[in-house]
């Protein structure tokens, strides 16, 4: 069987940060191995506060779990500290790990600042170089370019700025023309615009989803380009069937 790793922030509601991208690996047939970047408490309507895991015991995690099983793909979301964002970049350079997806995560669908001061530098200038794919939404693809995005044609500027960073593909999520949501992706050679219709109201990890199913597809032998096909679909599909559990935003089917 493949597996995929996600490395991301722990979410006690199970809609978003790592539980969510293991439910999302076993939907397509991928075992799902995880190690905590950061703990939160928080529920459907916000994030009261964050702790990330100490930095000895997460090297600890890293070594043992890479000593035994290589996983086939991997995806970071929430990694919250500095100095983590260097300890997993060092671990896929030192266990030549592949398929990494980088979900840039910067601030929560409530608000919060899911990352340290200089964290999302070191995310730029140590993961993107590593990735086979980063998966901004609109908001971090400014922060990264400093553009201010606009349209289309502002994403497909931020798109190839974004590439010039190192990653081999990118793909800018969050995009709204008049009756669809608009991913745009971009790998050195074309465009291409991935269009869903929008479905109304606020929804609980969708990038998380979206990055995990990314990493899965790739762990399974699938194109990026595939994978992010697939990634749409299966999201689109989750929205669709997303329930309230909470008095806050909607958990996704997955």
Same mark, same amino acid.
């Given at each position: 069987? #493949?597996?995929?790793l996600?490395? !991301?922030?722990?979410?006690?509601?199970?809609?978003?940060?790592?539980?969510a991208?293991?439910? =999302?690996f076993?939907?397509?047939? =991928?075992?799902?191995?995880?190690?905590p !970047?950061? @703990?939160?408490?928080?529920?459907?309507?916000?994030?009261?506060?964050?702790?990330?895991?100490?930095?000895?015991?997460?090297?600890?995690?890293?070594?043992?779990?890479?000593?035994?099983?290589?996983?086939?793909?991997?995806k970071?979301?929430?990694v919250?500290?500095?100095w983590?964002?260097?300890?997993?970049?060092?671990m896929?350079?030192? %266990?030549?790990?592949?398929?990494?997806?980088?979900?840039?995560?910067?601030?929560?669908?409530?608000g919060?600042? @899911? =990352?340290?001061?200089?964290?999302?530098?070191?995310?730029?200038?140590?993961? +993107?170089?590593?990735?086979?794919?980063?998966t901004?939404?609109? %908001?971090?693809?400014?922060?990264?370019?400093?553009l201010?995005?606009?349209?289309?044609?502002d994403?497909?500027?931020?798109?190839?700025?974004?590439?010039e960073?190192?990653?081999?593909?990118?793909?800018?999520?969050?995009?709204?023309? /008049?009756? +669809?949501?608009?991913?745009?992706? %971009?790998?050195?050679?074309? +465009?291409?615009? @991935?269009?869903?219709? #929008?479905?109304?109201? /606020?929804?609980?990890?969708?990038? &998380?989803?979206?990055?995990? !199913?990314?990493?899965? &597809?790739?762990?399974?032998?699938?194109?990026?380009?595939?994978? =992010?096909? #697939?990634?749409? /679909?299966?999201?689109?599909?989750?929205?669709? #069937?997303?329930?309230?559990?909470?008095?806050?935003?909607?958990?996704? %089917?997955?």
């Open positions: 069987m #493949k597996s995929a996600t490395i !991301a922030g722990s979410d006690p509601t199970g809609g978003a940060g790592l539980q991208d293991l439910k =999302v076993r939907a397509f047939g =991928v075992h799902g191995l995880s190690i !970047a950061a @703990l939160t408490a928080q529920n459907t309507s916000g994030i009261e506060r964050i702790s990330p895991v100490d930095r000895d015991f997460f090297l600890v995690q890293m070594d043992e779990l890479l000593g035994d099983i290589r996983p086939d793909a991997l970071t979301g929430m919250y500290s500095e983590a964002v260097g300890v997993i970049a060092e896929i350079r030192q %266990y030549s790990l592949a398929n990494l997806v980088v979900d840039p995560v910067t601030v929560s669908s409530s919060t600042s @899911l =990352v340290e001061d200089r964290t999302l530098d070191m995310i730029r200038d140590e993961f +993107f170089p590593l990735a086979r794919v980063i901004p939404n609109i %908001y971090e693809a400014s922060v990264f370019t400093g201010n995005i606009e349209g289309e044609k994403m497909k500027e931020a798109a190839l700025r974004l590439k960073m190192g990653p081999e593909t990118v793909v800018i999520t969050g995009g709204h023309l /008049e009756r +669809f949501t608009l991913d745009l992706y %971009y790998d050195g050679n074309a +465009f291409h615009d @991935l269009e869903a219709s #929008k479905i109304p109201g /606020e929804y609980h990890g969708t990038g &998380c989803a979206f990055s995990a !199913a990314i990493a899965a &597809c790739l762990a399974s032998g699938h194109t990026p380009l595939e994978s =992010v096909r #697939k990634a749409k /679909e299966f999201v689109t599909e989750a929205i669709r #069937k997303a329930y309230h559990l909470g008095r806050g935003m909607g958990l996704l %089917y997955l």
